[in-house]
């Protein structure tokens, strides 16, 4: 159907044979303490994921990512861990978890975990024990060394949050690695009690029905075990920030960051259809080797490469989506996102006026789309900042305008007090008063943000050329990046104008428009031989009376 005249670019053809429950489906990624209140404390918590499971499964995501929601002293906002096998009482119990667990599952929605596997927090048993001293038999379980001769740190490796990447500890009288707060200490991963300890608590949570994590830093698990000076950035040039001054080739991204990435994936290999995917924050290039040799390390890495576009524009989008479908391993699945909890939101980013292109971009490539929790509603960053709250995200101490609390904001639910998101005053500000911005107002609204995400859900969920299809760019006119996805049980076509000018792609067989993002109500079903699109717009077609 539909073939453009000139076929051009990337292309990756093959489709999966039996598509595993994550290549199908489209992963949310939910800030727990911002999702749902249940218990009227002002944070949200696990019995509200649980009750919202029917909206998730109204929504019609197939996964849910989890940011941390264990024990956590909060110097990083769970990313500090003070124990891997419970729950923050702020968030609940562990038959509060089992719970929301079974209410996700019998809606036939999966929950993906955040494991931490690089640091916990100071206040872990195991660090407590560790800066005791070289006697007691964890000690070995963080990364001490022993001044340089004129009283420095053992070496120059920064942390990712700012300053050095460690910590002079009295005792032990030595320094701890810390490659992010100081209240984060690095685990040794050349122990092997570390990796046995790390594995256990993937089964503690595999064997109560988690099905997979997505691993914080997984590339940070090699370091050098020399622990040589990284080298200086030859492109680092004043007006860069300083933290870009040294490569990071010798703290992290050593090559025993695959094995360890192996060791994590052997147990998730124990159980059956679990999935792993990795945050590595890496170039392209060397992002997807997390596939593995042999795919047996993440079934997906985190792509943050339309996170970290320079322009918005179809050359730039059409160039990174090409190129990256070029680096990807044979077999290996791609994963695409637009945000998460460390990244401004995709309205805030873009613009209103882009935001609904973006999801139909993220939703459409081949690949699973990693969603993050508000987006659907088109939330924006909230303006509040550093100074007006008693809460410090860590990289915001030094740079306010890395400032992450801004995008992990309350879900709105409805325009009642609080967004509907807690009777008491919630733990962070709401990222905006507008009532438009509840699921309240949008739910059965035709034209809002919300309405629009879940006709496109919907159709990514019928038609298999959307979810699994293969993938190829198709030529197109200036601001318009086209492509095709072909599947055994239909083709469609995505035309996205992401110029703010009106523009024409002609089709040379009879289509019809199964969305725009002109509103859900603008597809009319006729069969054309050309698309206009208008200003960011962006439309899927199909064969007529197909898929
Ligand atoms: C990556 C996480 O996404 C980020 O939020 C966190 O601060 C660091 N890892 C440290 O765990």
């Given at each position: 159907m539909c073939d453009t005249p000139e076929v051009e670019g990337a292309e990756s053809s093959w489709v999966p044979e039996w598509p595993a429950w994550w290549q199908r489906g489209v992963v949310y990624q939910i800030y727990p303490r911002s999702f749902f209140d249940a218990s009227g404390d002002g944070i949200g918590d696990l019995a509200g994921i649980g009750e919202k499971a029917d909206y998730l499964a109204w929504l019609g995501i197939d996964a849910v990512w989890l940011s941390p929601i264990y024990p956590t002293p909060d110097v990083d906002l769970g990313y500090d861990i003070a124990d891997y096998l419970d729950v923050d009482p702020r968030f609940g119990t562990l038959e509060e978890f089992d719970a929301m667990l079974a209410a996700l599952h019998e809606r036939d929605i999966r929950a993906i975990l955040d494991l931490v596997p690089n640091h916990t927090s100071d206040q872990h048993p195991w660090f407590i024990e560790s800066r005791s001293g070289p006697g007691s038999p964890r000690h070995d379980w963080y990364v001490w060394r022993e001044s340089r001769p004129d009283g420095s740190p053992p070496n120059n490796w920064e942390s990712h949050f700012g300053g050095s990447a460690w910590t002079y500890a009295q005792p032990p009288g030595r320094w701890y690695l810390h490659s992010f707060a100081p209240g984060q200490p690095d685990l040794n991963w050349e122990n092997p009690e570390v990796r046995e300890a790390l594995q256990d608590v993937m089964r503690f949570w595999l064997d109560r029905g988690v099905d997979g994590f997505r691993v914080d830093v997984l590339w940070l698990l090699g370091k050098d075990p020399g622990f040589a000076d990284n080298p200086p950035?030859?492109?680092?040039?004043?007006?860069?920030?300083?933290?870009?001054?040294?490569?990071?080739?010798?703290?992290?991204?050593?090559?025993?960051?695959?094995?360890?990435?192996?060791?994590?994936?052997?147990?998730i290999d124990e159980y059956p259809e679990r999935l792993m995917i990795g945050e590595v924050v890496l170039p392209p290039d060397r992002a997807v080797t997390y596939h593995g040799e042999h795919l047996d390390e993440a079934h997906m890495p985190h792509n943050f490469v339309?996170?970290?576009?320079?322009?918005?524009?179809?050359?730039?989008?059409?160039s990174a989506v090409e190129a990256y479908e070029r680096l990807l391993p044979p077999g290996a699945w791609p994963?695409?996102?637009?945000?998460?909890?460390?990244?401004?939101?995709?309205?805030?980013?873009?613009?209103?006026?882009?935001?609904?292109?973006?999801?139909?971009?993220?939703l459409t490539l081949r690949g699973t789309p990693t969603w993050y929790y508000g987006d659907e509603l088109g939330l924006p960053d909230a303006s509040f900042r550093p100074g007006l709250l008693t809460l410090v995200d860590p990289p915001a101490a030094a740079t306010p305008e890395r400032d992450r609390l801004i995008i992990r904001t309350p879900m709105q639910w409805s325009p009642g007090p609080h967004a509907g998101f807690s009777e008491a005053e919630p733990w962070l500000p709401l990222a905006s008063d507008d009532p438009t911005f509840t699921v309240e107002r949008q739910r059965d609204d035709p034209d809002s943000?919300?309405?629009?995400?879940?006709?496109?859900?919907?159709?990514?969920?019928?038609?298999?050329?959307?979810?699994?299809?293969?993938?190829?760019?198709l030529s197109a006119p200036p601001d318009v990046f086209s492509f095709q996805r072909d599947h055994p049980d239909g083709t469609v076509q995505v035309h996205l104008n992401f110029g703010d000018e009106p523009r024409e792609v002609v089709v040379s067989q009879a289509s019809r428009i199964l969305l725009s993002t002109a509103g859900p109500t603008a597809p009319n079903g006729q069969e054309m031989d050309r698309v206009a699109l208008g200003p960011y717009e962006g439309v899927i077609i199909g064969e007529p009376g197909r898929p």
């Amino acid at each position: 159907m539909c073939d453009t005249p000139e076929v051009e670019g990337a292309e990756s053809s093959w489709v999966p044979e039996w598509p595993a429950w994550w290549q199908r489906g489209v992963v949310y990624q939910i800030y727990p303490r911002s999702f749902f209140d249940a218990s009227g404390d002002g944070i949200g918590d696990l019995a509200g994921i649980g009750e919202k499971a029917d909206y998730l499964a109204w929504l019609g995501i197939d996964a849910v990512w989890l940011s941390p929601i264990y024990p956590t002293p909060d110097v990083d906002l769970g990313y500090d861990i003070a124990d891997y096998l419970d729950v923050d009482p702020r968030f609940g119990t562990l038959e509060e978890f089992d719970a929301m667990l079974a209410a996700l599952h019998e809606r036939d929605i999966r929950a993906i975990l955040d494991l931490v596997p690089n640091h916990t927090s100071d206040q872990h048993p195991w660090f407590i024990e560790s800066r005791s001293g070289p006697g007691s038999p964890r000690h070995d379980w963080y990364v001490w060394r022993e001044s340089r001769p004129d009283g420095s740190p053992p070496n120059n490796w920064e942390s990712h949050f700012g300053g050095s990447a460690w910590t002079y500890a009295q005792p032990p009288g030595r320094w701890y690695l810390h490659s992010f707060a100081p209240g984060q200490p690095d685990l040794n991963w050349e122990n092997p009690e570390v990796r046995e300890a790390l594995q256990d608590v993937m089964r503690f949570w595999l064997d109560r029905g988690v099905d997979g994590f997505r691993v914080d830093v997984l590339w940070l698990l090699g370091k050098d075990p020399g622990f040589a000076d990284n080298p200086p950035n030859p492109d680092w040039h004043e007006g860069l920030p300083p933290r870009f001054r040294l490569l990071r080739t010798n703290s992290e991204g050593w090559p025993t960051s695959h094995e360890r990435a192996r060791l994590l994936r052997s147990v998730i290999d124990e159980y059956p259809e679990r999935l792993m995917i990795g945050e590595v924050v890496l170039p392209p290039d060397r992002a997807v080797t997390y596939h593995g040799e042999h795919l047996d390390e993440a079934h997906m890495p985190h792509n943050f490469v339309l996170t970290e576009l320079q322009e918005w524009s179809a050359d730039a989008i059409r160039s990174a989506v090409e190129a990256y479908e070029r680096l990807l391993p044979p077999g290996a699945w791609p994963n695409w996102l637009l945000g998460d909890h460390d990244f401004p939101r995709i309205a805030s980013r873009l613009g209103p006026e882009r935001m609904r292109l973006a999801h139909m971009l993220l939703l459409t490539l081949r690949g699973t789309p990693t969603w993050y929790y508000g987006d659907e509603l088109g939330l924006p960053d909230a303006s509040f900042r550093p100074g007006l709250l008693t809460l410090v995200d860590p990289p915001a101490a030094a740079t306010p305008e890395r400032d992450r609390l801004i995008i992990r904001t309350p879900m709105q639910w409805s325009p009642g007090p609080h967004a509907g998101f807690s009777e008491a005053e919630p733990w962070l500000p709401l990222a905006s008063d507008d009532p438009t911005f509840t699921v309240e107002r949008q739910r059965d609204d035709p034209d809002s943000t919300l309405t629009f995400v879940r006709f496109l859900l919907d159709l990514r969920g019928q038609t298999p050329a959307l979810s699994v299809g293969t993938f190829r760019s198709l030529s197109a006119p200036p601001d318009v990046f086209s492509f095709q996805r072909d599947h055994p049980d239909g083709t469609v076509q995505v035309h996205l104008n992401f110029g703010d000018e009106p523009r024409e792609v002609v089709v040379s067989q009879a289509s019809r428009i199964l969305l725009s993002t002109a509103g859900p109500t603008a597809p009319n079903g006729q069969e054309m031989d050309r698309v206009a699109l208008g200003p960011y717009e962006g439309v899927i077609i199909g064969e007529p009376g197909r898929p």
